[in-house]
């Protein structure tokens, strides 16, 4: 192997430890330490807090809190404890918890100060003039030629550099520049050289890390990788005569039993966190059982709701007025309550990009987007196209958009022009300071005039279609279009793992955008499963693939009994507002009064779901006014609550859930065990959404316990830079998660109940277990701690069994009155492929506050 692959294979191995970080604009939720994964959660928290200085766990204070309301059941903590040797009550370890939270994590905790700060704050200069996305007026030269090139043909007029000849000698190569400042390093301590060097900006690094790997347009017209980062910060290093090497950590004193956090490797605080994730599990888990074992089967003629809610009997024979399918978001929970709530409506659940996993791109956009989960490859190009007959909505549009662009282009042409700027400002101030105020002072107000000005210009969507016949002939990476083949199979995929078996006359697939004003990381409140990007036009697409005649016929064919009146339409979901909006260009005469009902149900539905978010945000006026006003507010600092609370991920039929409220704290994806006898469907939702869910947990999850570390810190100091980030302040690293106002109700109160995911899934337990069998990676996050499995099987009279590791479970002996909690029963078999030992689990708790 050559010296550059060596250099180049020893960077890739030391940047798995660095999460990837997607820009602002298509900003993911992913968990900041999925390159520890593969190691049980407390050796991955340690060797985090080792290289980045987080704190891993909640805070003492935090545990605390939960226990006095009742979020830890005591007895589920003392059995915890027990178990792990701790007799101490349970306040004495807290105290202790705390005496040690003020001492430092490691030996170098303020490593992070000193010399190698200067090489951060030069390094940090060039990157964000080199990756900024359109932001700035005058971009680096020759960013064309790549990072490391263009570092070295500007760099060399750097002032601040102490000898720029050091810049001007260096090799073409940027391995052959590592090279030369580590040709006297041990070649077997390089992965941690690499590696120390790599974290010390893990969110620049980890930007870098997902654009390198990407092949959007900014990556290919302006290219940078790993080698070419840590070249320049290695030259910088030795520029400024900085430690080469990471620091060498001083022998830690050894803790006394008394005083130590942990027994066994275990952390003390890990034992709270699994009690607090416990009586969150077991109250949830109750809640599906009993609810699902009181409701009818399906076809029964009546439906289980919650004593105080109003029944509504579906129509003839059975068949709903309507179907919709929304996102597993858990903003979704709340919503699909309420719309069934308002009248005879089945409602399901799908991850968000609708299983279309396409490249798409907007009809007058310049840019494309990967509209699909960042575990999946676009498959796909898709683009928005006029449709005939509708060219006097289209004309309409062309002349406003271009209007539009040509008064912004004046607009921005005078305030950045130094001889208009001045007079610019003295003419154009007064109407300035009128828009200000008025955003400032009557945010709702203003959301009714943007309401009213929008509903006069035609949208889009209004004269578009998305182009879906396959173009073997079109130019570009991706194939245009889809094939019939394609098409039949990516419904079908849809229905089968919602275990769909009727259709309704109406059928609506309802994707999800957000809305807010003056919100760097407003595209976080976007569909996760789109890459942070509304999931509308996914919905367009497979409701368009869903309405063709072709794909119908063979649908059919394939056992799905679609009806000749069925029609499917798009919808997107304003999880800001709760206004739910459903495109209906394609909808027939005869379906017309189908869908105005539907519309007006919806209207009824947002008024509930809308009350029920103010409130949880402590509104004065809760309801749909005080969401308006947070869309429009361009001070609003948190317009709205995200998908901030999830805790639980539940699989199966809505008869689990429905009736119940699970307080937008759950994702919730429709799947019939009755109709997957081969067990495709479920390893397809384990592999997928199951994966992406604990992402997004585990991104909530760190954003919480270490806001400064793993989130982005407070919205009030954020700086955006180069629309791919923010930073803290003028300068410095990229903030790489969710900040403070996403996930807490005060600087040291959090919203977010910072807990492991806990999944709960109705199948077979035999089928769950082979399932997992087949698929190692997703077995190896349950082995390690990253997220919880509850099986409740409907072979065996909803049993529940808790995924125990190893492919093994226990089984729940408060079942059926079998046994009471506090008297476990010895180990037995109960399953051919189960393992199952009997365990006692804490009693319900009260639901949260």
């Not at 301590?189 to 347009?217: C, N, V, Y």
């Not at 991920?649 to 704290?665: E, I, K």
């Not at 109709?675 to 954003?703: C, K, R």
């Amino acid at each position: 192997m050559s010296t550059d692959e060596s250099i180049r294979d020893t960077i890739e191995q030391a940047a798995t430890t660095v999460g990837s970080v997607w820009p602002l604009h298509s900003f993911v939720t992913a968990n900041p330490l999925s390159g520890f994964e593969d190691r049980p959660f407390h050796e991955a928290v340690q060797e985090a807090e080792r290289l980045f200085g987080g704190q891993g766990y909640p805070s003492a204070d935090v545990f605390r809190a939960a226990l006095e309301t009742g979020q830890i059941d005591p007895e589920t903590l003392r059995n915890e404890l027990r178990a792990h040797g701790y007799e101490a009550d349970p306040s004495a370890l807290l105290a202790r918890m705390e005496t040690e939270e003020t001492q430092p994590a490691h030996a170098h905790e303020d490593e992070k100060s000193g010399p190698h700060d200067t090489v951060d704050a030069v390094l940090t200069k060039w990157l964000a003039a080199f990756l900024d996305e359109g932001h700035a007026s005058w971009s680096m030269p020759n960013r064309d030629r790549g990072f490391y090139a263009a570092f070295r043909s500007v760099a060399r007029y750097d002032q601040s550099l102490p000898d720029r000849e050091v810049v001007a000698v260096l090799p073409d190569d940027p391995a052959e520049a590592i090279e030369q400042v580590i040709s006297t390093y041990p070649r077997d301590e390089l992965t941690d050289l690499f590696e120390f060097h790599l974290s010390r900006l893990p969110g620049w690094t980890g930007f870098i890390k997902q654009r390198a790997a990407s092949d959007r347009d900014w990556q290919t017209t302006y290219p940078i990788t790993l080698t070419e980062y840590l070249a320049v910060r290695l030259v910088l290093t030795d520029c400024f005569d900085a430690p080469l090497e990471p620091p060498t950590p001083e022998s830690e004193s050894v803790r006394t039993e008394e005083g130590s956090q942990s027994r066994g490797d275990v952390p003390l605080a890990e034992l709270w966190l699994n009690a607090w994730e416990a009586t969150y599990r077991t109250q949830l888990v109750e809640a599906i059982t009993e609810q699902h074992q009181s409701t009818p089967a399906p076809g029964d003629s009546e439906a289980a709701h919650a004593p105080d809610e109003a029944v509504h009997v579906l129509g003839d024979g059975g068949r709903p007025d309507a179907q919709l399918v929304f996102c597993i978001d858990t903003r979704s929970e709340v919503i699909r309550r309420h719309v069934e709530n308002a009248g005879a409506y089945e409602t399901y659940g799908y991850a968000g990009f609708f299983g279309i996993p396409m490249r798409y791109q907007g009809y007058d956009s310049g840019v494309t987007i990967d509209a699909c989960p960042p575990i999946l490859d676009a498959q796909h190009y898709v683009a928005d196209t006029p449709v005939e007959g509708c060219d006097h909505e289209h004309e309409r549009y062309d002349t406003w958009a271009n209007s539009t662009r040509a008064a912004a282009n004046v607009l921005k042409s005078l305030k950045s022009n130094a001889a208009t700027v001045f007079s610019f400002v003295e003419s154009a101030g007064s109407a300035y300071g009128l828009a200000l105020t008025a955003r400032t002072l009557f945010p709702a107000r203003v959301y009714d005039f943007l309401s009213a000005t929008s509903a006069r210009i035609p949208s889009s969507e209004d004269f578009c279609a998305p182009a879906l016949d396959y173009d073997p002939d079109a130019d570009g990476d991706l194939p245009h279009g889809l094939s019939t083949a394609e098409k039949v199979e990516y419904a079908a995929t849809a229905f089968e793992l919602m275990g769909w078996d009727e259709f309704a006359r109406v059928v609506a697939f309802v994707g999800h955008a957000s809305q807010t004003a003056n919100n760097p990381f407003e595209s976080s409140l976007d569909c996760g499963a789109c890459a942070g990007n509304a999931g509308g036009p996914n919905a367009r697409v497979l409701a368009a693939i869903c309405n063709d005649d072709d794909v119908k016929s063979e649908l059919r064919d394939r056992g799905f009994d679609i009806p000749s009146d069925t029609v499917f339409v798009a919808g997107e979901h304003n999880t800001t507002t709760d206004d739910v909006t459903l495109f209906t260009e394609p909808v027939p005469e005869s379906h017309e009064t189908d869908v105005e009902q539907l519309q007006s149900d919806l209207e009824t539905a947002r008024a509930g779901a809308a009350e029920e978010r103010t409130q949880s945000m402590g509104a004065s006026s809760p309801g749909t006014r005080e969401t308006e006003r947070r869309a429009t507010d361009w001070a609003e600092t948190r317009p709205e609550w995200g998908l901030a609370g999830n805790a639980g991920f539940v699989v199966g039929p809505r008869s689990l859930t429905q009736g119940l409220d699970l307080d937008g704290r759950s994702f919730l994806h429709s799947y019939d065990w009755r109709t997957d006898e081969s067990g495709e469907a479920l390893a397809a939702i384990v592999n997928g959404p199951m994966v992406v869910t604990q992402w997004i947990n585990m991104q909530y999850y760190f954003s919480t316990v270490d806001t400064a570390v793993f989130g982005s810190g407070s919205k009030v100091t954020h700086n955006p830079v180069g629309n791919v980030g923010v930073y803290q302040g003028n300068g410095g690293d990229l903030m790489t998660g969710l900040p403070l106002q996403s996930v807490m109700t005060a600087d040291d109160e959090p919203y977010h109940q910072p807990l492991r995911l806990s999944v709960v899934i109705h199948a077979p337990v035999e089928r769950m277990t082979a399932v997992l069998a087949e698929n190692p990676v997703v077995t190896e996050l349950l082995d390690n701690g990253w997220l919880s499995l509850t099986v409740v099987d409907p072979t065996q009279n909803d049993t529940s069994y808790q995924y125990d590791g190893d492919l093994t479970w226990t089984t729940d002996v408060t079942q059926d009155g079998r046994d009471a909690p506090g008297e476990p029963e010895p180990e037995q078999e109960t399953e051919p492929e189960a393992k199952t030992a009997d365990k006692p689990l804490a009693p319900q708790m009260a639901a949260d506050d």
